[in-house]
Structure formats: structure tokens, C-alpha cells
């Protein structure tokens, strides 16, 4: 049982890349799945999730209007498409879930901060170069 993460890298400012997150041993049906990112030095920082069960998305200010979380069920996926990349994106980026239902936005940011999520991928590195 795991989450599995793919799709970083190094991009020029204004690039993109999409990052995957695909659950291994269970199906994320219902379930929220938060997007978050910490650089070094710097605390955890929520951006995104697909909360509740309608799976409605919230964004962070930081990343509102440039990055797109969705799912694919099918392949049993989350995305992060991520546009418009600057310098200050630069960080390890995770994906996270947990097994509580009608998980609102607040309380994904709650459950990233304190790490109380029941599932996190293994981080993948994006670096925006200026």
C-alpha cells in the first residue's frame, strides 16, 4: 500500500510539468488527496487538494490560476498540472491522502501541517531555474 509519485524536474521559469501521484493496494474513490511541497528551510506548505467526497479542489493563493489538481479514476491517478513555474516553486513536492471522509480543504491543510495523513508519496523534486 503506497503512494507513488513521478513527473518532477528541472524547468526554466514559465515552464510546466505535471506531476502524477498513483495509489498502489487501494483506490482513492471518496478519499481526499492533498498536493503539498516543502523547501529547505521551510515549513510544509499546502497548495491543493480534491476534498470531500464531490471532490471538489481548493488551490493556495500561491498557486491559484496556474496549477490544476484532477483525478483520473481509472488509472487510480491524481494530478498536478503546474504552469507558469517560478523560482520560488522550487521544492520536493508530495502527494498525501487519508482514509477520514468529507475531509474539507481546512481540514487538509490541518492534516498536512500536523502529518496526521495516512498515505504520502516519496517526494519529487521540482526546480525552477531563472
Known amino acids: 500500500v503506497q503512494l507513488v509519485e513521478s513527473g518532477g524536474g528541472v524547468v526554466q521559469t514559465g515552464g510546466s510539468l505535471r506531476l502524477s501521484c498513483t495509489a498502489s493496494g487501494f483506490r482513492f474513490d471518496g478519499l481526499a488527496v492533498g498536493w503539498f511541497r516543502q523547501a529547505p528551510g521551510k515549513e510544509r506548505e499546502g497548495l491543493s487538494c480534491?476534498?470531500?467526497?464531490?471532490?471538489?479542489?481548493y488551490y493556495t493563493d500561491a498557486v491559484k490560476g496556474r496549477f490544476t489538481v484532477s483525478k483520473d479514476n481509472a488509472r487510480n491517478t491524481v494530478y498536478l498540472q503546474m504552469n507558469n513555474l517560478k523560482p520560488e516553486d522550487t521544492a520536493v513536492y508530495y502527494c498525501a491522502t487519508t482514509r477520514q471522509r468529507e475531509v474539507s480543504a481546512q481540514a487538509m491543510g490541518l492534516i498536512i501541517f500536523k502529518e496526521l495523513y495516512d498515505y504520502r508519496g516519496q517526494g519529487t523534486q521540482v526546480t525552477v531555474s531563472s
Open positions: 480534491i476534498c470531500t467526497t464531490d471532490d471538489s479542489t
